[in-house]
């Protein structure tokens, strides 16, 4: 790719990263955007320099709380991320960079804290067909000041376990009966069973907004902790009483829609093949070349690479013109650039993050 035409290609990249994330840092200057994420074990945090002139490296402190002291962190990737596993309640995350000389810095909420479950969500009250199923959210302490909760509606077929699942509402993708993805259960889900998952958040993620048609093409949010948590099940949903309260569950988050007449049973969806990635640990130089690992796409699809040492990088694009696994490796020349040592690599997939990984270069045995 030209020069030219990767800058302009980067701050496409960056100007979409605005658009989501703006909002999620606590002090935002003009030109460097910070977003903020919860880990498994911890937290991560981003920030770019937002300029059509190139990458610009940025340096990290940690800061005891609004207006303390600072001090530098690297955990030794990507100049442009910061993951942590332990943080002290309070703790601020500070990104500064200078753009055409000029500084710039923006600020993280505060951390609070390793994520931690108090109470599982629960139901407001006894599901019954066409009436409003309102969910409680989980509360949580930890992560990050902003954090919240984006709980999912589903309806499953028995009550012993979570096979057969179906979304029918979802704080992040089908909305329109109210907050927290309340839902009205038709009446073909009557003797079903009510359940909810509750996914702990950033404010504002960064999610892949798609129009569906109906909410059970959501797919079922499995829990996974301590990120996610279910609901104990409900009762059986109940019979109708009355007329339906609402149509509101015809509507979809962001795009209205009109209703659609769904079989009974319904279906459930059949997940389509994904390109994945799989990444080396511990990566080693042998004959002038290096395995990082490989990726397997169900179809032809284009392949980037971008590995980071410190200040240090190198981006390779492959494309693949069929489905298949390909192993993707390092050159010597760009052996030669990285140096043995601590590095992050990435995979993105027809555009899309499929591989993150912290990894070690060493040298191999000499021949």
């Not at 948590?229 to 109940?238: L, Q, Y």
Request: charged residues 20%; positive net charge.
């Amino acid at each position: 790719m030209k020069r030219s035409a990767r800058r302009a290609a980067v701050l496409g990249l960056y100007l979409a990263v605005v658009v989501v994330a703006a909002s999620s840092a606590a002090d935002a200057s003009g030109h460097i955007v910070l977003q903020q994420r919860l880990a498994p074990e911890g937290g991560s945090v981003s920030a770019y320099a937002v300029d059509v002139n190139g990458d610009h490296p940025v340096t990290w402190r940690a800061c005891a709380g609004e207006g303390g002291s600072c001090h530098v962190v690297d955990d030794g990737g990507d100049p442009h991320d910061y993951s942590f596993t332990q943080a002290p309640a309070g703790t601020v995350f500070e990104a500064s960079t200078e753009v055409d000389g000029v500084p710039e810095m923006a600020r993280s909420d505060p951390w609070t804290g390793p994520l931690r479950l108090v109470s599982p969500p629960e139901l407001v009250e006894a599901p019954r067909v066409g009436h409003l199923v309102t969910p409680r959210p989980a509360r949580w302490e930890g992560g990050w000041s902003t954090d919240a909760s984006y709980p999912q509606t589903q309806v499953c077929p028995s009550s012993a376990g979570a096979d057969g699942c179906l979304a029918i509402g979802d704080a992040l993708f089908w909305g329109g009966c109210g907050p927290y993805g309340a839902a009205i259960p038709a009446a073909r889900y009557e003797g079903w069973y009510v359940r909810i998952v509750d996914r702990r958040a950033e404010k504002n993620p960064i999610v892949t907004l798609i129009g569906y048609t109906q909410p059970e093409g959501i797919g079922a949010a499995q829990p996974a902790a301590p990120l996610s948590v279910a609901s104990e099940m409900s009762g059986p949903i109940g019979p109708a009483t009355g007329a339906p309260e609402s149509d509101c569950s015809a509507q979809s988050l962001p795009w209205p829609r009109t209703a659609t007449t769904l079989p009974s049973p319904v279906p459930r969806p059949t997940a389509k093949a994904k390109s994945t990635a799989t990444l080396e640990a511990t990566i080693t130089a042998r004959h002038g070349r290096a395995t990082i690992g490989s990726v397997t796409c169900p179809d032809r699809c284009t392949v980037d690479v971008r590995v980071v040492h410190g200040r240090r990088h190198v981006t390779r694009r492959q494309r693949m013109s069929s489905a298949g696994r390909r192993s993707i490796t390092l050159s010597a020349r760009d052996l030669h650039h990285l140096r043995p040592g601590r590095l992050t690599v990435r995979i993105l997939i027809d555009g899309h993050l499929v591989g993150r990984r912290l990894a070690r270069l060493t040298a191999g045995p000499a021949h």
